[in-house]
């Protein structure tokens, strides 16, 4: 590893920098937005069509520091797996659930910027539970804020016409109140390609900048229902990030859907399922779909906590093909019982 | 006493008018409330007249208004309302400042052009059809102009300014997409554009006083009209200028006579007169010579009324929403009707009273209405259609009913629109790609409001569409969301009288509640 740091004399001053702070987690958080760094360099370098010989040469030391960094990251010991809190209202489950895990800032430090990407798909008010629940982002957004983030980026890429998902959903005022910034998600140009290198069926795709770019990527998907994929949670939460998802639709959505999630690695998923779309998702109908569960699940491992859904809302993992295809492309594991899981009861 | 405040009092309503109507024309980030539209377009000639018809309501008599207001004071309407005849007298005030232009000439009127052109705009509207009139009609032209190449034009500098903006991480202004343009629907407004350009640079107001309908309607009633522009003969010194700035070339300095049915009250020769001896006064007496109707204008005039029948009966047969052929794709799709957006009640309905001037084409939030091409037939051309190839009806969204200043789509509550069936769904299976692929998908069903496409059980775990048209509104999302392209293996078709929609069925949902953790 060292030897890696000196072929790199500007990662090196990096390093030397984050040596005078104080953890070694604070550390690791440098060499993360310093590979995140370079992914931007590498969109400029693209942009400027530098020589094909330092793109290769950016491509290949790239491939390093990723193998690098998911070695580091696993060394990051948090004290549980997973997080599951019920009973509670939204807000106060998460203020729950993330001091279990040690607080907003083991996953935000200051100065960073952070995206959030909750599901505003559809121009549906909050107990329609099409959209997640504004209460919950607005209280990510606050908790980002006071661990020190610089920007707090929330954004999807709707289903319905954008402005009225963001309004409706109650999730745009619930950010600007909470000091965050709502970006649109549904213009083309905010879309870099990227290649999927360990997908099957996908094998490119079209992602949003603030993905790329921001340091912290939560994300916070609503349980529901389906029609064509039995289940959405945090998997299928991701094509809210890409922009050609049509192409998924017409090939093999389940595969796409576990492909793109060995690219896209969110840094914290927190799952909504307070208000849970019981059927005709995953828009649905009427309130009358929708039960009232208070659940909340929060993790990293997203094949876990998608499976640990799946329970929630009373199917097994089995029922949902993407969760199986992600597991055996070793994204996960959705055997929770093995797992270290603090479960959380509020309330009465 | 000096009358050259007129000209001021002119220019400022004109530039105050066309600056309301091209904002509600541009408006693309949704800013202004669509309860103004009806405000700010209330005194616009065509749709109001269109509007009564449809509708007889008192939101509708801003066109009785203008001819009240002509009555008394010439064509104001042409030059201080109509947003038209306003752009057109910026041109001509850029060919005058640039040297393009020296001096307008008096010329006789053209009306072996006019009065056909409105017999014949007049003859097709009573048959059912309104093609004439929608090509010729100021306001919708304009606003075709406005929403089909000018506000693309400020799109694509948003678009610029929200690039620069973004590197610096602020996304205040965002890009809109702009794909949905085509030279097709494009077509009519840019040669619009074109002749009236040329029009008002070379000819001044030769548009409004040859081919514009409206101009040559109201022209009846300011030749008659109780202000208009006089000359008075004692002090004239016949030096010319007035004539020389007369953009509608109607002062005739030998005979020293004003031809008003062209006039459009600018009120230009005032204040350039030397003399003051041209002023807009009381007539209590009709000048001689324009009362004068001879015979074989008659003949004329009765000539082009029966060739104008004539062309309406034609447009009423080409009208019939027939089968269109597509292009052949791997299966084409079989559409028997277009989609018209709801609120339109039936396509003969909104074919018949839409004037096309695409102000509900600015005001969709989605963009699912568009200009047409060849959906309504040939004299349908440009009447705005519901495109599910670019995107489809938002649920909760009543926009264009609210705007549309014809009632060619009338309001409708949302409750009502979610019932107002537009068309419905037709599925083929064998297109599908579950059926074909036996992936899942899936797309359909989940942008369906009412769940008139559900996914039901087809192999193991795999769910295919089952479709309900009792139940579809004809919204298109279905069709947008279908990944089968380049025709899709789901889509709608229209109605050609547009139906109440069953609401769907809610059942009660039974959920049992456990106590534990389920893991």
């Given amino acids: ?348 | 006493m000096s009358q050259v405040h007129l000209k001021v009092i002119r220019v400022v309503i004109s530039v105050i008018s066309l600056l309301l109507i091209s904002a509600l024309f541009i408006d693309f980030r949704e800013l202004i409330p669509t309860v103004w539209a009806d405000r700010i377009l209330f005194l616009q000639f065509v749709p109001s007249l269109i509007g009564f018809i449809t509708l007889m309501a008192v939101a509708t008599t801003g066109f009785i208004f203008i001819l009240v207001l002509t009555a008394f004071f010439g064509r104001v309407y042409c030059s201080a309302i109509c947003p038209l005849g306003v752009i057109q007298d910026v041109f001509s005030w850029i060919a005058k400042t640039t040297g393009l232009i020296k001096r307008y000439k008096f010329k006789k009127a053209l009306d072996y052009l006019r009065y056909p052109v409105l017999v014949i705009t007049v003859g097709s509207l009573i048959f059912g059809g309104l093609f004439v009139l929608n090509l010729l009609d100021p306001y919708s032209s304009f606003g075709r102009i406005s929403s089909d190449i000018i506000r693309p034009g400020i799109v694509v500098a948003n678009n610029g300014l929200a690039g620069i903006l973004e590197k610096f991480k602020i996304y205040t202004l965002f890009r809109l997409n702009l794909d949905l343009i085509t030279w097709r629907t494009a077509l009519i407004p840019v040669i619009t554009l074109a002749v009236i350009i040329w029009l008002s640079l070379f000819f001044g107001r030769l548009y409004c006083n040859t081919l514009c309908p409206v101009g040559t309607l109201l022209g009846f009633l300011s030749r008659v009209s109780l202000f208009r522009i006089k000359m008075d003969v004692s002090t004239c010194t016949k030096c010319g200028k007035c004539s020389f700035a007369c953009k509608s070339n109607c002062i005739n300095i030998k005979t020293l006579q004003v031809d008003h049915s062209r006039c459009v009250a600018c009120y230009n020769c005032i204040s350039v007169c030397p003399e003051s001896s041209i002023r807009y006064e009381r007539a209590f007496v009709r000048s001689g010579k324009t009362g004068i109707i001879d015979n074989s204008k008659r003949d004329f005039i009765g000539k082009t009324l029966i060739y104008g029948a004539a062309l309406a009966g034609i447009s009423r047969r080409v009208m019939g929403q027939e089968v269109k052929e597509r292009p052949a794709g791997r299966i084409p799709i079989k559409k028997n009707h277009p989609v018209s957006p709801p609120g339109s009640v039936s396509l003969a309905n909104f074919t018949g009273r839409c004037t096309a001037c695409h102000l509900c084409v600015t005001a969709c939030p989605t963009s699912v209405l568009q200009p047409s091409y060849l959906e309504y037939g040939f004299l349908g051309m440009s009447q705005p259609h519901m495109d599910y190839s670019t995107e489809y009806c938002n649920y909760e969204c009543t926009k264009c009913g609210e705007v549309c200043p014809t009632g060619a789509i009338l309001p409708l509550t949302v409750e009502d629109k979610k019932l107002t069936q537009t068309g419905k769904v037709c599925f083929i299976l064998e297109k599908c790609i579950v059926y074909t692929d036996n992936t899942a998908c899936g797309a359909c069903s989940e942008h369906c409001p009412t769940q008139a496409v559900k996914m039901v059980p087809y192999k193991e775990v795999l769910t295919i569409p089952e479709t309900q048209a009792d139940i579809c509104i004809g919204c298109g999302a279905c069709e947008f969301a279908c990944p089968v392209k380049p025709h899709t293996s789901i889509y709608v078709d229209g109605n050609k009288v547009h139906q109440v929609a069953k609401a769907p069925k809610i059942e009660e949902l039974e959920v049992e509640h456990t106590e534990e953790f389920p893991f």
């Fill in chain 1, 1 to 348: 590893m060292l030897s890696l740091f000196r072929s790199f004399p500007n990662f090196r001053k990096h390093i030397q920098v984050c040596h005078k702070l104080d953890t070694f987690d604070t550390c690791l958080f440098e060499i993360k937005s310093y590979n995140k760094y370079l992914v931007m360099k590498r969109r400029d370098f693209i942009r400027n069509s530098v020589g094909i010989g330092v793109l290769s040469g950016a491509a290949i030391s790239m491939g390093k520091f990723s193998e690098m960094l998911a070695a580091e990251n696993s060394l990051m010991q948090l004290p549980y797996d997973l997080v599951a809190i019920k009973g509670g209202e939204a807000a106060e489950m998460f203020d729950k659930g993330i001091a279990s895990l040690g607080g907003m800032k083991q996953f935000v430090k200051p100065n960073q910027t952070v995206v959030i990407k909750p599901n505003i798909g559809w121009d549906a008010p909050p107990e329609r539970a099409a959209n997640t629940n504004p209460l919950l982002i607005g209280r990510i957004v606050e908790q980002c804020k006071m661990a020190g983030a610089k920007t707090v980026y929330v954004f999807d890429n709707t289903c319905s016409e954008w402005t009225r998902c963001y309004k409706s959903s109650g999730i745009e005022a619930a950010v600007k109140k909470a000091g965050g910034t709502m970006v649109t998600g549904s213009s083309e140009s905010y879309y870099q390609a990227v290649d999927i290198k360990g997908g099957k069926s996908l094998k490119k795709a079209k992602v949003h900048e603030l993905i790329l770019e921001s340091d912290v990527f939560i994300n916070v998907p609503v349980l529901k229902n389906h029609g064509g994929t039995r289940l959405s949670v945090s998997m299928k939460n991701l094509m809210g990030v890409v922009w050609d998802r049509e192409y998924w639709h017409s090939h093999d959505l389940q595969q796409c859907i576990a492909d793109f999630t060995t690219f896209c690695k969110p840094d914290l998923i927190v799952v909504d399922a307070y208000r849970v779309l019981k059927r005709n998702g995953p828009r649905g109908v009427s309130v009358a779909d929708v039960a009232t569960m208070k659940y909340q699940l929060i993790g990293k491992d997203i094949v876990a906590i998608d499976a640990a859904a799946t329970k929630v809302f009373g199917l097994e993992p089995r029922d949902v093909k993407h969760i199986m295809l992600a597991e055996q492309l070793g994204v996960g594991k959705s055997n929770i019982e093995a797992m270290k899981v603090n479960r959380i009861t509020m309330g009465a």
